[in-house]
């Protein structure tokens, strides 16, 4: 029983039929019709002008995201728990060039606006620093927290005042909007977001995320930039109906709100063990090491998280009877 | 009726039932036994030991082996209409890290050992010229033709005389290996090819090529490589799994064999018009200017390809009517 | 007898003193008196505000030109035989991440207005190819050619009418200013040129080029690149007085004006031999190999040049006993 | 009266004459006499044999080391407060093709075995982790500390375990020397230093550092790397004629004692405000705002160091006279 990763979880049963419907000949690259309408889908959902680019993985996303706002000169603030510091082998650092990432704390890896202040003011403003030219954040955190719009928009503002970029780390995005019930505009271009990476994998896609930008004459280079990667895949249309196939009927959302109240049903088994709050689809615990020795000879697989502490990702496919029997089983710890 | 591309063919119905069936929960990236699998898979094929890695496009598989052969101040010997020169927006400078091309002339875009020699001949061996470090060639070529096993040894051999890797961009090895009847072995490694972008796209897979090493240790630092450009997609498995379906009972040579006898029912159509040899299922013809547009306004859709010229590309899946009809109408000139 | 280079020359005299009046505590890197005098001193000379760095090497004042204009997946127009192609050993392409060069002919290394616009036009302007962003041109030519101002001109509107930036690696800029007769304005900003490489090394001085961007604003992020690259040395006042004691009493000229006359002395001792116009201070001279033999046998030094061709490159300190006799040797071939 | 940093230092009189003596024609680049002779005058000194490059600035010799020793897709374990990450403006970044600096904490700009350890044991051993290729350390420190030969050892031990390669940015090599009065053997290479950037320019030279490869075949591709830098300056010899002058008779070393000399006048003045020990050239005292305004209101320059901190740097050619009125301005404080 698998809570490892939500990278781990299926195929969506209106995923695969999308991809059934578009198998015909169409177009190459993003030339067909199903690529052709992701910028009015987006534009949409997000109540505003979007410049909405397919690609494979949230690694590529949230790189390309960073290469359209930082020179090779300059840097990102990002926590030094995230995504694009800790688990993309230096994607960023490929794809801006050799732009450096200069590394805020705080819990569950979310950057507070203080934080983001005094790292920016740390940096001399002459030639022999790099300076920051973005801010990274990721909404929900690799610890499952949430930032509301009010605290997106207190970045967004602290980035302003310094000129800086702002660009999200959605690979949970939906999660995000499913806790906080807000709209997407809300807890991006309103708050001062440019770009977004919004994950569709993780919550019962294939093979394809979405890169938006809320500044489309961002977007004019990135196509390049995106086809030089070897991310404009020639048949883009299979991409392309995956993500209209999340989007209708707020499917994005449904999926999320599923694995979000699984997450909850684990959270509610041991309250008094959850090592950050649990705000989507992650789960933290404290336990020992035989504690989680226990766990394990029942069956179920999850990833240990520095010492007497293991993580619980739950998915929109997660059966309700593995639900059920983990979270009896870490009651009964 | 589209003749444009084999990019924009459908998703051959093997392939889409390998995705059904690998429709479960799974390791994540290519911890999967799918994936586990590949390396496997193709050494039968080939009958020595490979180590494959899917990627999400051709392009993306030509430029990490690319940079697993050369260094950022070295270079690479390619024909001056390879698609790694001329349909990538510099893709291999990208993942080299800014190592040149240079560039031969040839005959449909075809390398011959002799302009192999003279180019690398004419840089001089100091450091104020980048040296080249490998050789690409493309297999049937950009223009349909196909290197025989024996051209491609005598290849092999001038590159290796130098010390010189050889990539062969594949992204229609299929195509050449049915037209060939050879094995995919005589027609890589044992000609002195190190590593092969191996195409499946084109050839009625959906979004997976695979990248082959015949010298496996360069696979390692490319396995870095493949995250850190966002290549190591999430949800591998269903890569892996199309690269399986199109491996069982030879289906890549079956589907190769359809696209060129395609291909042979419009040379034969008008073999006075080719302007190149059709080995593969790529057609050139000399129409003029009316001729094209009079094809075009009975609804075959197609690339101009220079003054005079244009190309037909024939797929796995072209209907048997369009194709007669398109002959028809190219005898009818 | 060196006819090598001119880069084999030694330091002219004032040069050195300078050096000497230089040697004195002062602050580090650029932030002394005499480099805060070189946009001024540059000005001055060219009639229209200019932003100067010291650098120092052609090479290095050449690729932070190039990367000023051209992003990682653009390109540069320049001709076959530009040093910043052939000499660099891919300079250009490590400071721009990766950019492509773009390769016209022309006699004599000469681009020809013509010539970039086919070679541009040559590009489809989509994302799959990497699109022209800046031209470059060398002045005097590797061959010792000399554009006009009005051949200048020509090149610079071809490059505004596709947006493209004008580059000028003036690697031996006093030697067509000295040939030409025109105003140093005449034949850069007036004509287009957006950044010029001004050599001073070649012309009697040490270690010191000077970057000059007539769009100042260009300086702004090289300012950066160039700490980032290793060029913004600690000190820097040393590099700015080389620069001044060139320009004082047009001393870049005057050296300049003598490496050209010993050219011209040597050009006509065999005028019928010339494989090009000598235009500044290279000799190309069609000899057969058992001639090169005879003048190296009388102990002058140079480098072949392709079967039957030979170089003789003249500098500022040129002796006359050295001239005089090679060129009575020539004549006596 | 200049004590904001040893850049700020003129250039010795034995230096100056040394460029005298080098001034005639010679070969370009590094094909003169004197160019040839480095790597014998280097091994003698180190007693083993070292492959010894000049480069004109420190910033080109530490990130040129770190190119050869590590990947685009690898890190380099540092200090926090290292020179390399702190004043190069992401110089190991671009020449790594955007390698990753690690942070190391420790007093005084110091790492220590035991940090070195926790930081590489941090990475987990997967291609989603830039995995560690080198350690850099900086001897004397930023903050003018030393590491002795066997503090390096044990660093030097550390690395190898690990398999990482060893790098030492002495910008101020000649100040630990001078301080610890051992052997230069002892200190780098016997201690398990790879490669050293043996820096002259603050300790009175013009515009040449030493970057010393104690495994001569890393030097090879490096010479490539220098000259695509921009690095590979065309009249090399200036640059070889600085670094043999101050090799002769020990110059660097009497130099060094000098500016140590001067640092040790200073710190005597008020050991009580001493911030850190004094052990090479940098004095940081514990001053008030009003005592720092005090020392600035008698003419001394220098630089603010954090709140309540300034820093002191001496060189080879300090005055007497400043020396003796700045220890008296600080005792008195």
């Not at 030219?133 to 909404?139: E, G, K, L, R």
Request: hydrophobic share 45%.
């Amino acid at each position: 029983m698998r809570f490892f990763s939500d990278n781990a979880a299926s195929v969506c049963p209106e995923v695969m039929a999308a991809l059934g419907r578009a198998n015909s000949p169409d177009t190459a690259y993003d030339g067909d019709a199903l690529s052709a309408s992701l910028d009015g889908a987006f534009s949409d959902l997000f109540g505003t002008q979007v410049a909405a680019l397919w690609v494979s993985s949230g690694t590529a996303a949230n790189a390309l995201a960073l290469a359209a706002m930082v020179q090779s000169h300059q840097a990102v603030i990002c926590h030094a728990d995230a995504h694009i510091q800790a688990d993309e082998c230096g994607a960023p650092e490929f794809y801006t060039g050799g732009a450096k990432l200069m590394l805020a704390s705080g819990v569950g890896a979310k950057l507070d606006p203080a934080g983001l202040e005094a790292l920016a003011a740390s940096v001399r403003n002459d030639v022999h620093q790099t300076q920051p030219a973005a801010v990274s954040i990721t909404n929900a955190t690799e610890y499952g927290l949430v930032y509301t719009p009010d605290e997106v928009a207190a970045i967004g503002e602290a980035a302003k005042r310094r000129g800086l970029g702002l660009h999200m780390d959605g690979a949970r995005f939906a999660n995000a909007v499913a806790t906080l019930g807000c709209s997407p505009a809300d807890l991006t271009w309103r708050a001062g977001v440019d770009a977004l990476s919004f994950g569709f994998i993780k919550n019962g896609g294939m093979s394809a995320e979405a890169l938006l930008f809320f500044r489309p004459e961002l977007a004019q280079a990135t196509r390049y930039r995106r086809k030089r990667a070897g991310h404009l895949l020639s048949k883009g249309r299979y991409l392309a109906a995956q993500l209209l196939a999340m989007l209708d009927g707020d499917l994005w959302l449904e999926n999320a709100r599923a694995a979000n109240a699984a997450a909850q049903k684990l959270a509610s088994a041991a309250p008094q063990r959850l090592a950050y709050p649990v705000e989507a689809n992650e789960v933290f615990l404290n336990v020992t090491e035989d504690e989680a020795a226990r766990l394990r000879a029942l069956g179920f697989d999850f990833y240990d998280w520095g010492p007497g502490e293991i993580r619980l990702v739950t998915s929109w496919d997660q059966q309700g009877d593995d639900l059920d029997r983990l979270a009896s089983a870490i009651a009964a710890l």
